[in-house]
């Protein structure tokens, strides 16, 4: 399956993310990890995107379009989008590099949340340096407080989830990435639509009831 994960930043794409790929077998493309994995290499992509990333905004559509029509190419198989596309000229590159593949996204998870809930979310997410594991201080907490499960790392919180950052990432997701839904509904794209706000392990079963049946339906 070829899916995209929408919501806005602090939703829970991630986290729902790694659960899609251990059950249904396919890549985490994940916009967010890529020019973070950019930057801590110290690649020139990595060096263009910094600036717009600490201050909240979007690196500009050309540069995002690239790494991950890129990275689409190089994961060959099924793939799960995660942070991509987040303008609606984003979208429309995607599709046509679709279509220049001849190939076609099989259904959109969106991921439905208030600004509250996001927030809280947003300043409470701690993460691990070395495996890129995503915790949060209260509703997903590590086994020993700040130290990663898988490797003994303590985990660090993200710049742009200061609270200042985050008022300014979410003024950009209404601004900016809101209308991509727009976009797919208006193209006629299969849209599942999820309650983000209920724990982790239910938004995970309903986001498996859907892909179950649309996994039956597209093979
Ligand atoms: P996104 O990838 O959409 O930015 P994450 O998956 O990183 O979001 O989740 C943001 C924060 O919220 C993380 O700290 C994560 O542990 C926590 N989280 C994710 N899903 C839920 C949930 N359903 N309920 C409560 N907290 C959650
Ligand atoms: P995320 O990990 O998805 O929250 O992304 C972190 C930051 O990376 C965002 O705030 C943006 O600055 C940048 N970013 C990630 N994906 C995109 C995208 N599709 N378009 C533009 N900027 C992006």
Redesign the pocket.
Known sequence: MKLILLGP?GAG??TQCKRIVDRYGMTHL????I??GERAAGSDLGHR?QA??DS??????DL?IEM?IGAMKKAGGGYVL??????VV?GEALDAALSRAGERIDGIVNLVIDDGIIVQRMTGRRSCPKCGAVYHIENLKPKVDNICDTDGEPLVQRK?DQPEVVAN?LK?YHEQTAPVLGYYERTGQKIMTIDAAQAPEEVTAAVFAELDALSDQVG
């Open positions: 930043p794409k991630g994940s916009s967010g990890d020019l973070r995107a717009y990333m909240g905004a979007l690196v500009p559509d995002i991950m995660d942070g991509f596309p987040r303008t984003q742009d990432r950009t």
